[in-house]
């Protein structure tokens, strides 16, 4: 039987011992087996070496005989190049934590575009090189010469897959015991396109202060703890209110919601919704405008005309109000099956009155310097448009029951470019301040009233006023669609992709909101995007000398505050060895 042995070299150090003192000697020595036994031989003397050269003549040894390792200068030593990871990887956890790699096990590229979204969002044809910098072609699997309009089929697929998307996320949400107990809040967004050929795509009010643009309508619904699970786009002009009967019939036949406390904002009231959601023997709680509340008979004009912010608390006590906090008194109204809870806020009255005050002098200097154009009137002046253009000014700034006007016919006398005298027709305003009018306009400064169909018994004023406190959760969701994960504006055309578009927008705020609550959980006050920017810190880099095709890969050094919040995340198996291995397995020095 043979055995090659393959000999090994090393550094040998000798000492000896002349008068006391004790003397070191190296010598450069080969280990070698000769009749199965090791043997050594001396190759080259040394002689005296300092710490530092004999730890130098080691690395060089142990270099030649490591094909992982070299001897060379730190300047030699460059990165190659830099690969997104640890945010990536984080955001792949919570993909997974939804069960969403099973759902779009096909369609890989929906995971790739959400977490776009929530880290760098690009057009879906530039997500096709943002892949190439990130370790997600390693997690998933993905082939880096896939055909470019891939992500576009991708769209299609994952559009025809909403509906089943929505239900699958509905009962993920039963199964983890995240469905908020069967409160859901509603809301609808518009989003605006460059260009103008989807089908969808209508003029309508813009949300997004973009008139001049065709847009599409969104609506959401999410749980108390902001997690979406139904969504639909509609066509641009489509009014709040006409929304919610699809959305009853859905909640219904799609999700077996038949138990439900529907919060909404009060955009969305009008005698018919309210009808048709008792009509389901459905709960809802919203509000009501405003102008609605001198209608119900529940507010003594008396009462709210004396109010300042010197006696509110005092006279709104007297009248039966309840604190709910040190901002806010409230009293209870029981009309037919309704419940309307009459609500005070101070800084909601002091912010009233300070608008109306401006909106007031705004009104004043307009026809001041309306006034002044007129007597400078250099052409004759037509009373309609005159009058028309003082209406809608006045309309408003919401003052056109406050300033009492009329226009007076009045002969100017100018000269014409010749310098012959000419006659110009043109007016003068008068007004009169309404001061009682005025007191109208803000006798219900403050004042807020919300509408229930649950009984007392199951919802008390102050969760009434709770629940729709909290509908806020739908409004962030929004704002961090529209502006942190980009949804707007849209430049897909296909009905199919814009949908898809706003799913990939969804499900990248379904990760966020995720990360959102984990953290607060942990009583951590930093935000999502906080965390990521964090773990976005740590990336794969790719090391090599300078001139060599060779490489080897490794993670940035992980901080103690990476540690920290990965850990009270149950994430800490993100930089462990395990998960770690098969993604530096790409190195070939």
């Known amino acids: 039987e043979i055995c090659q042995w393959r000999s090994v070299m090393f550094l040998k150090r000798a000492t000896k011992t002349f008068k006391g003192k004790v003397y070191e000697s190296y010598a450069l020595t080969e280990s070698y087996r000769e009749d199965g036994k090791v043997k050594h031989r001396n190759i080259w003397n040394l002689g005296s070496l300092t710490g530092e050269q004999a730890h130098r003549i080691r690395l060089i040894l142990t270099a030649t005989q490591n094909e992982d390792m070299f001897v060379g200068r730190l300047s030699d030593v460059v990165a190659k190049t830099h690969y997104r990871f640890l945010d990536i990887a984080l955001l792949h956890h919570f993909w997974q934590y939804w069960g969403l790699d099973d759902f779009f096990a096909d369609q890989p590229l929906a995971e790739v575009m959400s977490i776009n979204r929530c880290l760098d969002p690009k057009s879906k044809f530039q997500v096709n090189a943002w892949v190439l910098e990130t370790v997600l072609p390693r997690l998933l699997h993905l082939d880096p010469e896939s055909d470019e309009y891939a992500i576009y089929r991708a769209l299609d697929q994952i559009a025809i897959a909403e509906g089943d998307l929505q239900s699958f996320l509905y009962r993920k949400l039963q199964e983890l015991g995240l469905d908020g107990g069967q409160a859901v809040f509603y809301d609808i967004t518009s989003t605006y396109f460059e260009g103008t050929k989807c089908i969808l795509a209508r003029f309508g009010y813009s949300r997004d202060k973009r008139p001049d643009r065709v847009q599409v309508t969104i609506a959401l619904v999410v749980t108390p703890n902001g997690y979406p699970f139904y969504w639909r786009v509609m066509e641009g002009n489509t009014p709040d209110m006409a929304t919610v009967s699809e959305l009853l019939k859905d909640l219904r036949q799609r999700f077996g919601i038949t138990e439900c406390l529907l919060v909404f904002d009060r955009g969305m009231v009008s005698e018919d919704n309210l009808l048709a959601i008792s009509g389901q023997e459905l709960k809802f709680v919203t509000a009501i405008s405003r102008d609605e509340i001198p209608g119900l008979n529940i507010l003594d004009p008396d009462l709210a005309l004396c109010l300042t912010l010197d006696n509110w608390r005092r006279e709104l006590s007297l009248a039966g109000f309840i604190p709910y906090d040190q901002n806010l008194l409230y009293r209870e109204h029981k009309l037919g099956d309704r419940r309307y809870i009459l609500a005070f806020n101070p800084e909601l009255f002091?912010?009233?009155?300070?608008?109306?005050?401006?909106?007031?002098?705004?009104?004043?200097?307009?026809?001041?310097?309306?006034?002044?154009?007129?007597?400078?009137?250099?052409?004759?002046?037509?009373?309609?448009?005159?009058?028309?253009?003082?209406?809608?000014?006045?309309?408003?700034?919401?003052?056109?029951?406050?300033?009492?006007?009329?226009?007076?016919?009045?002969?100017?006398?100018?000269?014409?470019?010749?310098?012959?005298?000419?006659?110009?027709?043109?007016?003068?305003?008068?007004?009169?301040?309404?001061?009682?009018?005025?007191?109208?306009?803000?006798?219900?400064?403050?004042?807020?009233?919300?509408?229930?169909?649950?009984?007392?018994?199951?919802?008390?004023?102050?969760?009434?006023?709770?629940?729709?406190?909290?509908?806020?959760?739908?409004?962030?969701?929004?704002?961090?669609?529209?502006?942190?994960?980009?949804?707007?504006?849209?430049?897909?055309?296909?009905?199919?992709?814009?949908?898809?578009?706003?799913?990939?927008?969804?499900?990248?705020?379904?990760?966020?909101?995720?990360?959102?609550?984990?953290?607060?959980?942990?009583?951590?006050?930093?935000?999502?995007?906080?965390?990521?920017?964090?773990?976005?810190?740590?990336?794969?880099?790719?090391?090599?000398?300078?001139?060599?095709?060779?490489?080897?890969?490794?993670?940035?050094?992980?901080?103690?505050?990476?540690?920290?919040?990965?850990?009270?995340?149950?994430?800490?198996?993100?930089?462990?060895?395990?998960?770690l291995e098969p993604l530096l397995a790409n190195s070939n020095m």
Request: charged content about 25%; some cysteine.
């Open 350 to 579: 002091l912010e009233q009155q300070e608008t109306c005050q401006q909106h007031y002098q705004k009104a004043e200097e307009f026809i001041t310097q309306l006034n002044t154009e007129l007597h400078l009137a250099k052409k004759s002046r037509d009373p309609e448009n005159v009058q028309k253009q003082i209406e809608v000014r006045l309309k408003k700034l919401k003052m056109h029951k406050v300033f009492a006007w009329q226009l007076l016919p009045v002969n100017l006398s100018c000269k014409t470019k010749s310098g012959k005298e000419k006659t110009v027709q043109s007016f003068k305003i008068e007004y009169q301040i309404d001061q009682e009018a005025l007191n109208w306009q803000n006798w219900l400064n403050g004042f807020l009233c919300f509408v229930t169909n649950q009984p007392a018994e199951n919802l008390s004023p102050g969760e009434v006023i709770s629940y729709y406190r909290r509908k806020n959760k739908i409004e962030e969701a929004f704002r961090e669609i529209k502006h942190y994960l980009k949804l707007r504006p849209v430049f897909v055309t296909r009905e199919k992709r814009v949908k898809a578009h706003v799913v990939i927008c969804v499900l990248g705020y379904l990760l966020l909101n995720t990360l959102d609550e984990k953290l607060n959980d942990c009583s951590d006050t930093r935000s999502a995007v906080q965390v990521l920017e964090l773990m976005g810190k740590c990336l794969l880099n790719r090391i090599g000398l300078k001139g060599d095709a060779k490489y080897s890969e490794s993670i940035t050094l992980v901080t103690e505050n990476q540690r920290e919040t990965l850990a009270a995340l149950g994430c800490s198996y993100l930089v462990a060895k395990k998960f």
